[in-house]
């Protein structure tokens, strides 16, 4: 009997380290393990040689960036390069400080919070041209030693938005229109739109707007701020599936303040060079696929049916024959 | 060879559950698998840190049952680590222990220390004196004595400060995604808007907190079978 | 050696963001300082205060009714338990994913964390009034109520007290993460690291570690301070003061 209690008593200490020891370390590797390519025409081609480049690719913070982020580690792993993905890092800046500390070797990053967010363009000096936006910011980056990889054909601005009977109660259409009343309205917004000039702080700058107050929230929940009626008016982006859903009204940026924000490929310039010239052609064939409707239909995918990104990103290329099942 | 996914009206998913974020059962169904990995990562900090915990406040209470001295400062020590937030304890522990399930493991175990240290000295003073005579009487050493009559007849307490010590980690470890050591809270923080992600993940954790309190419960009845006849207070 | 320079250098960086106001590191806004601390910590205290009010409001009756009546203890006894199962971060996702963002659903769900340890620690307190004591009462023509409100409530209120003191470091450390629901707190530099910088971060740290334990201290001195003299002297006393931080928890 006595002996029962010990065996018992020890078990119970044993157990628990039995399990620690299998279950070991855990980094937030989610390893993603595309399916070989095989050579049809269009499809991505496996290059055996590419197995000794490791990538490990990385996104921000929401359903946008982390589906990007798997399409390229897939679309990558389907090139024969040897990827895993550290998704969901945070805002624009934690990414950047992993892409430097290599962390990570590459990111989505969109041409417009490259320039206001790393480079502090003012709107006066922001690109209208998407292409030339593109230009400026590849060009800033490389003098930090960042290559910019080719961009992709969507947009996906940040956009000041209000719910239809906002719009209706104070005739709202464009931006400037909320100067008047702004006093009695409330945004809410991602914290670090209090600092951004293509967020809050552009809209203080440019618009000369002073909110009635300002709630800093976790970007996921930016519609539902809307629809709950505690915002006023939220920032949200332009591929959004919720917008059309939710038959929210986009203010339009009567004084330009947005600039471009088309979607390019950070690397530091080591690893792109390492990297070798298949990067840069999956990069570009992957890109192609990626208008602002398919974008869109991909983040509808994530955020409406509530699949997960590397599901959806797997569906992206395979319908889209780059990646053949 | 790009399929024409744009295609694909969006409007057609405006009544369905998820797009509703709503509790949906077949939602739940299909992705339960996507909890499995957090689950066992939870599981195992929650394992890891009672069992540290336990034999750190375990052999500091066998010490201080024999040098009272120690009781005060232990439990002023132990006091103040249990008070200090989970979450401002890994931010206070990270430029030392850096980002990780180490972290996480610091602060969680930190916590444990009172509830397990306070509840086995408890049990051991506890013990009736009488009893104690009776095994000395019986010529048993000291050590014999601890090991063969007041740990025994302490088990009790000791177990209940366990199921304590157990069930509220399982809460505190929901936390420990901020250290970056995963876990439930990583998927309940993951869509914090969907109910059906909300309940699966935070009732995957209740249930857990549930079980292991049974299971010590359990165990507690298996390893001092005079109690069971006993009533309980 | 230089590790060692390296963290207490962090900790020094913190210190001074509490102290001094600085230009933020992406620029565009002031942070730090003894005046964001305070725009911080006021809402923080704010938040717990209110929910504590709240909580005491409903349990403490509650408590000691049931305990004066000796019914419903298993309730009040294991609602503890499952309060303690719940983890904080999935009531209060519970609550933005049901009911959305905003100060008054976060409020309620830090009422209901506060609930527990208060209603179980009253019902408790309450059944340990020596029932001769009460007898006593009764036979002097006592009414229930004021039973309860002359004999038992006084004699209770250190295990009360116990309770509120471990509701109110709970619902200060919850509130923490209280910007997960659109609630800006002392939290906001530890979730929203990137406005403040890591050293803000570590400073919102320091501070809620020092809110917490100065809170723990200053109930303590309350608790001590409402146990009546004859209690301190007593065996029974003694040993509930044995561990004063330790033993307003009843035990399950």
């Known amino acids: 009997m006595r002996k029962i209690r010990w065996v018992a008593l020890l078990m119970l200490l044993v157990v628990p380290l039995a399990l620690g020891a299998c279950g070991g370390d855990d980094d937030d590797n989610g390893g993603s393990s595309a399916p070989a390519a095989d050579s049809s025409s269009g499809s991505i081609q496996k290059n055996d040689k590419n197995a000794s480049v490791k990538l490990v690719i990385g996104s921000k913070n929401f359903t946008e960036q982390k589906v990007l982020g798997e399409i390229y580690a897939q679309a990558l792993a389907a090139a024969g390069y040897t990827t895993s993905t550290q998704l969901n890092l945070g805002d624009e800046n934690v990414a950047l400080k992993a892409l430097k500390g290599g962390d990570i070797s590459a990111y989505p990053e969109y041409t417009g919070t490259i320039l206001t967010s790393f480079f502090g363009k003012k709107a006066e000096d922001l690109p209208k041209d998407n292409k030339e936006a593109y230009d400026q910011a590849k060009f800033s980056l490389a003098s930090d030693g960042i290559t910019a990889e080719p961009p992709t054909p969507f947009v996906s601005s940040n956009e000041v938005a209000v719910t239809k009977e906002t719009a209706d109660k104070y005739n709202l259409s464009k931006i400037s229109d909320l100067s008047s009343v702004a006093s009695k309205l409330t945004l809410y917004g991602s914290p670090e739109c209090r600092q951004r000039l293509d967020c809050l702080l552009g809209l203080q700058q440019v618009y000369g707007l002073k909110f009635k107050k300002f709630v800093p929230v976790d970007i996921a929940l930016r519609h539902q701020v809307l629809t709950s009626g505690k915002a006023d008016v939220s920032i949200v982006f332009t591929t959004d599936p919720q917008i059309k859903r939710e038959g929210f009204v986009l203010l339009q940026d009567d004084k330009g303040m947005f600039p471009p924000y088309n979607s390019t490929l950070l690397l530091k310039k080591e690893t792109a060079d390492k990297a070798g010239p298949d990067l840069q052609k999956v990069v570009e064939q992957v890109n192609k696929g990626l208008t602002d409707e398919v974008m869109q239909e991909l983040n509808a995918r994530v955020d409406l049916d509530k699949k997960t990104p590397d599901v959806v990103a797997g569906e992206y290329l395979s319908e889209s024959g780059l990646v053949s099942n | 060879m790009i399929l024409e996914l744009a295609q694909v009206q969006i409007h057609n998913r405006t009544d369905t559950c998820e797009s509703n974020n709503g509790f949906c059962p077949d939602w739940i169904a299909d992705h339960f698998g996507d909890y499995v990995h957090p689950f066992f990562q939870h599981l195992i900090l929650v394992g890891l840190t009672v069992a540290i915990g336990f034999a750190i406040s375990f052999t500091l209470a066998l010490i201080a049952y024999r040098r009272r001295w120690l009781i005060n400062p232990v439990t002023q020590v132990t006091g103040i680590l249990y008070t200090i937030p989970s979450v401002a304890a890994f931010f206070l522990l990270l430029p030392i222990t850096g980002r990780g399930t180490d972290t996480a493991l610091v602060a969680l175990v930190s916590y444990v220390l009172l509830i397990i240290f306070r509840n086995v000295l408890t049990g051991l003073d506890n013990v009736p004196a009488e009893t104690k005579d009776a095994g000395r009487g019986m010529g048993l050493t000291a050590n014999q004595l601890l090991w063969r009559v007041e740990v025994p007849l302490a088990l009790p307490e000791i177990m209940a400060g366990l199921r304590i010590a157990t069930t509220t980690t399982v809460g505190l470890a929901t936390l420990a995604f901020f250290a970056g050591a995963g876990g439930l809270g990583e998927k309940i923080f993951s869509d914090i808007t969907y109910k059906s992600n909300v309940v699966v993940a935070g009732g995957l954790a209740v249930l857990m907190a549930a079980a292991l309190d049974g299971l010590i419960l359990l165990a507690q009845k298996a390893i001092t079978p005079w109690t069971r006849a006993v009533a309980q207070p | ?252």
């Open chain 3, 1 to 252: 050696m230089t590790t060692t320079f390296a963290v207490l250098g962090e900790f020094g960086d913190a210190i001074d963001f509490i102290f001094n106001s600085r230009e933020s590191r992406l620029g565009g806004a002031q942070v730090g300082g003894l005046g964001q601390i305070w725009d911080l910590m006021w809402p923080h205290l704010k938040l717990s205060g209110a929910a504590m009010g709240i909580a005491c409001l409903i349990s403490i009756p509650i408590g000691l009714w049931l305990g004066h009546i000796g019914k419903g203890g298993f309730l009040a006894i294991n609602v503890s338990n499952v309060g303690r199962a719940v983890p904080s971060l999935a009531l209060i996702a519970f609550f933005v994913a049901y009911l959305g963002v905003g100060f008054l659903n976060l409020m309620l769900a830090l009422v209901l964390l506060a609930i527990p340890p208060i209603i179980t620690n009253t019902y408790t307190g309450t059944r340990q009034v020596d029932r001769e004591t009460v007898d006593a009462a009764r036979g002097m023509g006592m009414t229930g109520a004021q039973i309860v409100r002359r004999v038992e409530l006084p004699l209770a209120l250190p295990l009360i007290f116990g309770g509120i003191r471990i509701s109110a470091v709970n619902v200060i450390a919850t509130a923490t993460i209280a910007p997960l629901a659109g609630v800006t707190t002392l939290g906001d530099p530890i979730i929203n690291v990137n406005t403040y910088g890591d050293e803000g971060r570590l400073a919102a740290a320091l501070i809620v570690a020092l809110l917490a334990v100065a809170t723990e201290l200053a109930l303590g001195a309350v608790q001590r301070a409402v146990t009546p003299r004859g209690l301190k002297l007593t065996p029974a006393g003694r040993r509930r003061h044995r561990f004063p931080i330790t033993r307003r928890e009843a035990i399950p």
